[in-house]
């Protein structure tokens, strides 16, 4: 097997690991494993990218956004929450380094702006329908 294969499939199988943890664990976040997960997968093997596409951790947390529909609030509230702390708890941290505080601070706007105006909301209900279709 291509080596640059078992690379992407070892990555892909962390970032499952660590997207399946977050989305029991409030602080950690789900949505940029599990974008690793099908990133990885899909480069490097069409049965365990079909596998994932799959599964409901894909559909509930991805599927609407990869499709190109958006999230629903509930997936924005709980992402942007998520990151509002953790950036938050490095931002308490970096009291004796005001310029990492200052790129902390770019970084969150940037990623609240992102999400509020770059990302389409959807209604909770779509995101049903969205299943159903499949």
């Known amino acids: 097997m291509n080596p640059k294969k078992i690379i992407f499939i070892v990555l ?5 690991g660590l997207g399946a943890v977050g989305a029991v ?3 950690l976040p789900s949505f940029p494993f599990l974008m690793l997960a099908a990133y990885c997968f899909a480069r490097s093997s069409k049965r365990l990218h079909d596998w994932f596409i799959s599964t409901k951790l894909y559909k509930n947390n991805l599927e609407s ?3 190109g529909k958006g999230m629903t609030k509930k997936t924005k509230i709980r992402i942007l ?6 950036m938050g708890f490095g931002f308490i941290m970096m009291h004796e380094v005001p310029v990492g505080r200052i790129v902390l601070a770019c970084v969150w706007v940037l990623h609240l702006v992102y999400f509020v105006f770059g990302i389409k909301t959807i209604p909770a209900d779509d995101k049903a ?6």
């Open 81 to 86: 929450t998520t990151v509002t702390l953790l």
């Open 129 to 134: 329908e969205l299943a159903e279709c499949e």
């Open 65 to 67: 956004y990869v499709a």
């Open 25 to 27: 664990v409030p602080l």
């Open 12 to 16: 892909g199988c962390i970032g499952l």
